[in-house]
């Protein structure tokens, strides 16, 4: 069988299979707190940056934080280790 140099081969249509449930495109929701302004806007643009990410919420103490905990549910608390309550 000869081959014809410049066509393409056509290929044979497969049905649609959903993305299995391990590779679907999940969102991290964020909750970041730190009492300094600077750190706080540069840890919430580095997150924007990442499609993954999502931030939800941003506070300055622990007291903030714990409450946003409960209002939000997040699935990561990126918190400073120091932090005033």
Do not use: N, W
Request: glycine share 4%; proline share 6%.
């Amino acid at each position: 069988m000869r081959r014809r140099i410049g066509r393409r081969r056509r290929r044979k249509s497969r049905p649609h299979r959903p993305t299995p449930p391990f590779r679907q495109k999940t969102v991290t929701r964020v909750l970041v707190v730190d009492d300094h302004v600077l750190v706080r806007d540069g840890i919430v643009e580095v997150l924007k940056r990442d499609s993954r990410m999502a931030v939800i919420g941003v506070v300055s103490d622990g007291v903030e934080a714990i409450a946003a905990v409960e209002r939000y549910h997040p699935d990561v608390v990126l918190m400073m280790s120091i932090c005033r309550a």
